[in-house]
């Protein structure tokens, strides 16, 4: 196989293939994939979760460490709901910190992946989308161009952090999940600014086919095909998910866009922070601008 043409995507495909894990992308939302959107629009009234503000974002981007610790673990059983907390679209915070951990704006990487690592660790849910479709993974992919030269390393250790916390068959899912495009985070990859694509995709695909993916808690069946290959889910319905937590005092500052505003007002953005969500990726070889929206 010619690397020099074959793309990120079926680069990553044919390499879990090799490896005996036979995948293949789906859209979001499939109920044969962890990933699911939580859009206000998706969602019924007595699911509505916290709801991001720039109080919020302003500590988890610029915070000192400790102080984010206290805020994020220090709301008892509420902590759960604030490090997922989100905007209207279903654009989380944990996506929006992946994202300046990415970008020169950040005041300094290192901090940055620590929030979200910290986020992580507080129960922040890495396999949810937007009502575009979009994971954190298709904005980590989309932002992490360099300069300056340490956004690669960053990137690398954000989906280590992600791999962790999403386990094997999450993490898969996440790196094949199609937004509402038809595209995966795999697409945006673009191979000239991101050289080390190829180190960051065998490092999840060993670590995933190394000791099997069975996960204790994923809810797929593993259907053996006798030929050194297994297929996930493909026979058997997923579980249905379980309800969010219930509904308790919301302690962080909201920004609730009703309901029946979603079809008329813009929530593709969050508070002003000048952070841009990514757009659907350019054909191959074609040079991207700068995103403007989540679209």
Known sequence: MDDSVESPKAYFLRRLLERGLRFEPR?????????HCVALNYRTEDELPVMYDKDLLGLLY?????RVKTRLFSSGEHSHRVVNAQNANG????????????????????????????LLNAGANPSVCC???????????WTAKPPPPQTLKVMEALVELLSDAAGKIGIIDLMLSQDKHGYTPLDYVIPLQQPNWRRLFDRVINWCADDG?????QDRSVVDQGDGGVVFGEENEAEERKDEPPLAEQHVQQEVVPLEELATGDTRRGPDDGDSPPQPPPPPQQSTGSPSSRL
């Open 62 to 66: 610029a915070g000192d460490l400790d």
């Open 27 to 35: 859209a979001f939302n499939s109920p044969l994939s962890q990933v």
């Open 213 to 217: 993916v069975e996960d204790e808690d």
């Open 131 to 141: 009502d575009s479709g979009k994971n954190v993974l298709h904005d980590i992919f």
């Open 91 to 118: 654009e989380t915070v944990l996506m929006k910190v992946c994202r300046r951990a990415l970008t020169s704006k950040a005041p300094g990487h290192r901090h940055i992946v620590d929030v979200v690592s910290l």
